[in-house]
């Protein structure tokens, strides 16, 4: 089966209907993609992922592995704790037709040989991870065009998977399999931990009296406009505030501020990440003798918390 060769799309079956996996499904039969079926746990959800793909998909609940077609295309977009256990499971139930198909998987953190049982059949194996946030399929779908993805794996599987990038108009770089889970800490660090800053930060503001709500509000603007000038500067020059200008009076009140109010979680992450702005307003600029006396202030909070 030589599937970059041919310029007709080849058939796909998507394991695990969830938020990530019904995008691609989407996605993909926007871009031409025939989907022959979705997995979901449920067989309500999947019925339903299936309608919204037209009458050719069939919708299929988890128990039912043994009747996914022999799509030419596996895509597994289960969580991360399932996809060896699906990948077992397909390649006892779809031996005899393996040789020369593709499946990819949808983890950052995992690699391809998470797929070895299916690679032992014939299958080639990788993985395509999208670097968006998807929380709703639909909105996903399109999220998932012209976005940056992750590829990894043998030759033929990447050759796949590039050509399922360059038809969502996205792009595509790689890493090695020993590298997916560093890859996956640094994407959760612009993602999912910014999310739980910015929660830290709400939580700190209704300490102020504000409500949560009205603490996101007044948050909104200025998290845009730090996003604003992270995409037109390097982290260095998007730096703003009070490790940019090196001011020690500010941080020392911010401290102690921190430390009388009980926020110990708050405490150490400002004490964490001051460190990284400290490293940020001198590759900037900043003069040594006041990067070395907040440096200093900042190891001392991290003494006296031990």
Known sequence: MALADSKKKPTVSIVGAGRLGNAFALALASSGYPIQSVVARRSVRARKAARGLGHNTVGLAGSQLDKVPRSELVLIATPDDAIAAVAKKLSVLQTTTARGRIALHTSGALSSEALLPLQQIGFHVGSIHPLVAVTDSRAGAKSLRGAFYCLEGDVAAVRVARSIVRDLKGHSFSVQPGSKALYHAAAVMASGHVVA??????????????????????????????????????????????????????????????????????????????????????????????????????????????
């Open 197 to 306: 800053l910015c929660d830290l930060a709400t939580e700190m503001l209704v300490r102020c009296g504000l409500t949560r709500k009205n603490a996101l509000r007044v948050l909104r603007p200025l998290i845009e406009s730090t996003l604003k000038n992270l995409l037109t500067f390097d982290p260095a020059q998007a730096l703003t505030g009070t490790f940019a200008r090196g001011d020690l009076a500010t941080v020392q009140k911010h401290l102690s501020g921190l430390s009388s109010k009980g926020q110990s979680e708050a405490l150490e992450v400002y004490r964490l990440l001051g460190q990284r702005s400290l490293e940020l307003a001198e590759r900037n600029g900043l003069d040594s003798t006041t990067v070395n006396r907040i440096r200093r202030e900042l190891r001392s909070v991290a003494l006296k918390t031990r």
